[in-house]
């Protein structure tokens, strides 16, 4: 028996100790993964004294906004500071190029207008632009409009041009859920508001099809339009070329849809020898890391939300994830802005397909105490401002959005799975004991409504969608009548927005900050400073956010451990997606890719 507790006691004493180094170890290890990042980035600020020819590699994912992870210095720079620094290159006196790594595989319609956009501005400056496809192998045409504004286009001469169109699907479980005896009841406000239709339909309902079909055709003729504009063809020629998809890469270079067939080698030699002179290559990571985004001026503060709308902090996985938006955190962030000493005006920059009323609420808000203080709120949208989304951006001073932007959906719906008819089939059964009122037990998932619990949800989003339509109304001056023509829950994109009242202007992110200059009444030519709130961490303060050391310990830890040779991680964590009861400003459109 002695030996035996011997034996337990000496076996719980090791676990704990080896918990201990493990904790130990993974701190160090962090400590030194953090401290080669930050290295390898003041490395990489130090760019070629000469002319320079930046390099964009859109096969990577790129997130609409910098990300809250802890890692975030490591990933690729997101849209909005592409396109900003983009606009910085081409007024850069050292920047005499740019080259551009094609995306393959297909990015977000909203993403890839606002490069089209950038790059076109960019050669505008009279600087060259060369791009190179090994492929465009997704049908979906976002890949080519992203890059159809360069001077070249090259294909690898052993690959195709597949690009076709636009396609997307949807999954519907409403006859799988059956099949099991599981009952989904939902409500919606109104017909177009289709988010659960997954749930309780096996196919499209005529009017979630008739949405679907309208914006994927308005994204298709924008698409049509903008790459046409930038390869200077008809847009029915390059309709009817992109339909007869797909090519080889010879028939795309004589049909016009490419310039030139040939390796990436090759084409970098083609962008140096345009560019001229001693020209070398920099990645535009690393041009950002240079400071290229620092300026001087009247500030302009900007506050980022992308992902669905939580109330809280917000705060997702620090591995990774989706990212999502806090009520309190971009409330938080937005009165923070208005009340900082020199702000001129607020970007708040959406890309969301909704979520919680009550957090959207908050945001609205703090939109509307930021405006009472004089401060002018311009909002931009990314590749989806919807439902909640839109909800945050109606009572904006001015809002912009891509004509291919999915918004709208002015609408809410709210209801419950109820598994019990699914546990009986296995012989589990739940009963439920309450007390109080009747309305107690209502968000339980083993019961069904009463029909007064029925009647007293369908009140309470009666209600919601009474506010959001009247928030809507008074944030555009519309009628109620004409809010009640275009709500109804019915997604529209930025184009067709603008048509509807429900967007001031088409464009991306440097059109908000001209919007933003003319309303804070700055002047054109000069500069200004736009400062994100919260502000960017750096590595160490992530660091300690993440473990809740102190930043000098975090750096201590990392100097002590640098000379050891720590292999990069990333850990894939799925975001938790917290089933709460309650009303849901969400709009799960189908993103044409």
């Known amino acids: 028996m002695k030996q035996f507790f011997i034996t337990l006691f000496g076996s719980i004493l090791g ?33 070629p004294s000469g002319r320079l020819v930046l390099e964009l590699d859109l096969r990577e994912g790129r997130l609409d906004q910098q990300s809250r992870s802890p890692f975030a210095f490591a990933e690729p720079a ?32 909203a993403q890839a207008e606002e490069l089209n956009r950038a790059i076109a501005a960019f050669r505008e400056t009279g600087r060259p632009v060369i791009v190179h496809s090994q492929g465009f192998n997704s049908t979906s045409v976002t890949t080519y409009l992203a890059v159809a504004s360069a001077d070249e286009i090259w294909l690898q001469d052993t690959a195709s041009f597949a690009t076709a169109g636009l396609a997307g699907e949807v999954g519907f479980f409403g006859a799988a859920l059956d099949r099991f005896e599981i009952d989904a009841d939902f409500i919606q406000f109104l017909e177009y508001k289709n988010a659960p239709n997954a749930y309780t339909e096996d196919g499209f309902t005529p009017e979630h099809l008739e949405a679907t079909l309208s914006y994927f055709g308005s994204i ?32 795309a270079r004589e049909s016009g849809l490419v310039d030139q067939l040939g ?22 990571e690393d041009y950002r890391l240079s400071g290229a985004l620092n300026a001087y001026g009247p500030r302009i503060a900007l506050v980022e939300g992308q992902g669905a709308i939580v109330t809280g902090d917000g705060v997702s996985s620090p591995f990774g994830g989706n990212p999502l938006i806090g009520g309190d955190a971009m409330a938080e962030a937005i009165t923070n802005a208005a009340e900082a000493n020199g702000t001129r005006a607020i970007i708040v920059r959406i890309d969301s397909p909704g979520g919680s009323s009550i957090a959207s609420d908050q945001i ?68 439920q004991v309450s007390v109080g009122g009747e309305f107690a037990g209502a968000y339980s998932p ?27 109304a008074e944030g555009r001056d519309l009628s ?3 809010v009640a023509e275009i709500a109804r829950g019915r997604v529209w994109t930025g184009e067709q927005a603008l048509e509807r009242g429900l967007v001031d202007e088409i464009g991306g992110f440097m059109e908000a900050v001209d ?46 451990n640098a000379i050891m040779e720590a292999p990069e991680m990333r850990a894939l964590i799925e975001a938790r997606q917290a089933a709460q009861p309650g009303q849901e400003l969400r709009s799960p459109v189908i993103q044409p890719r």
């Open 15 to 47: 676990v704990i100790i080896g918990s201990v180094l493990a904790i130990i170890l993974l701190f160090i290890v962090l400590g030194a993964f953090i401290a080669a990042m930050t290295a390898d980035a003041e490395e990489a600020a130090g760019l």
């Open 78 to 109: 997101p849209i909005v500071d592409v396109v900003r620094l983009l606009d910085r290159a081409g007024r850069d006196d050292r920047v005499a190029g740019l080259f551009v790594r094609a995306n393959e595989f297909g990015m977000s319609p």
């Open 220 to 251: 298709y003729d924008t698409a049509i339009a903008n790459a046409a504009a930038g390869r200077t063809l008809d847009a029915a020629r390059l309709q009817t070329l992109i339909e007869q998809a797909p090519h080889s890469a010879e028939a």
């Open 263 to 284: 390796h990436v080698a090759a084409a970098r030699a083609a962008i140096l020898e345009r560019a001229g002179g001693n020209a070398e290559f920099a990645e535009l």
């Open 364 to 431: 609205w808000d703090a939109v509307r105490r930021a405006q009472d203080d004089g401060i002018p709120v311009v909002v931009s949208m990314g590749a989806a401002a919807a439902s909640g989304g839109y909800y945050i951006a109606a009572p904006a001073d001015h809002i912009i959005a891509n004509a291919t932007t999915l918004t709208g959906s002015i609408g809410v719906y709210g209801g419950k799975i109820n598994l019990d008819g699914a546990f009986g089939l296995i012989g589990i059964n739940f009963e």
């Open 446 to 472: 083993n019961e069904s409504w009463t029909d007064s619990q029925r009647a007293a949800i369908e009140a309470e989003l009666g209600n919601v969608y009474e506010d959001f339509t009247e928030r809507v």
């Open 480 to 482: 109620r009548e004409r």
């Open 515 to 560: 919007a933003a200059r003319r309303l804070a009444g700055i002047n054109a030519g000069q500069s200004v400073s736009i400062q994100r709130f919260p502000r960017e961490r750096t590595p160490f303060e992530a660091f300690q956010e993440l473990f809740g050391v102190s930043a000098d310990s975090a750096q201590s830890l990392a100097r002590l």
